[in-house]
């Protein structure tokens, strides 16, 4: 059983997060799903886009993410969009809480995966980024494909 814990298969992973925010700090969380959400997660149906994290009485909360309803789960199927629940260890939220209320953090969900056979996230601390932020790492990007694109011809 040891050896099957550590085995991590991403599900969806949130390219927008890196795009719009610097990520600080990265904490892994589990997360309360119903039964035909996990079948539709492992079917990879999960789109991570637009969501974000939120603490509502001392609990973190998972809005705006979408699972799509599982095709087999007929009555049993639940909102494709509701709110879902966060497991972590309240020290750390209380935490995050503080980091979020004092220093302008937003907490954004930046991939889901299977560990073993549950169902975690990574949330990222992340600040918001200006676009001059945004502007400089894509010429950062782009003068790294055109150095890449060069090294490559003068190998040839």
Known sequence: MGKEMNKLKTIAQN???HHDYFVEESFEAGIELCGTEVKSVRNGKVNLKDSWCSIVKGELMLNG???SPYE???IFNRD???VRRLLMHKREIMRLFGLVKQDGYSLIPI???LKGSRVKMQ???CKGKKLYDKRSDMAARAAKRDIQRAMKEMNR
């Open 80 to 82: 494709p969009m509701r």
């Open 15 to 17: 390219k927008k997060a």
């Open 72 to 74: 087999q789960g007929n």
């Open 65 to 67: 993410m979408h699972i």
């Open 123 to 125: 949330i990222g601390l």
């Open 111 to 113: 991939s889901m995966y």
